[in-house]
């Protein structure tokens, strides 16, 4: 059974920084997507960024573009998400994404997700 177990949300002061960390079991990273996602109530899902953990590409929203890292440990079988300089409206539920055949933004194209971790960021 696949499990995708995210760890590091919390709550931060504008500008500030916080890692998220999304764990697998029964399941091992590969160059199939690897996304994270977040939402707010009454909003749509919506793509952050996504990387190949074997292959190394990636694929940010523009919204995060320079602030954002994705990155994996294929040795730990996780995968990370950098966030500095957090605004105000980076406050969501932060989900991972895993088994996605190519580098997609939409969360139509993963067929696993983790439980969600809440981010907050006050201004």
């Known amino acids: 059974q696949v499990q995708l177990v995210e760890s590091g949300g919390g709550s931060v002061q504008a500008g500030g920084a916080l890692r998220l960390s999304c764990a697998a079991s029964g399941y091992t990273y590969s160059y199939k997507g690897v996304g994270w996602f977040r939402q707010v109530p009454g909003k749509e899902r919506e793509g952050v960024a996504v990387i190949s953990p074997r292959g190394g590409d990636t694929l940010y929203a523009d919204s995060v573009k320079g602030r954002f890292t994705i990155s994996p440990d294929n040795a730990k079988n996780t995968v990370y998400l950098q966030m500095n300089s957090l605004k105000p409206e980076d406050t969501a539920m932060y989900y991972c994404?895993?088994?996605?055949?190519?580098?997609?933004?939409?969360?139509?194209?993963?067929?696993?997700w983790g439980q969600g971790n809440q981010v907050t960021v006050s201004s």
């Open positions: 994404a895993a088994d996605s055949p190519g580098l997609f933004l939409i969360p139509s194209g993963y067929k696993n």
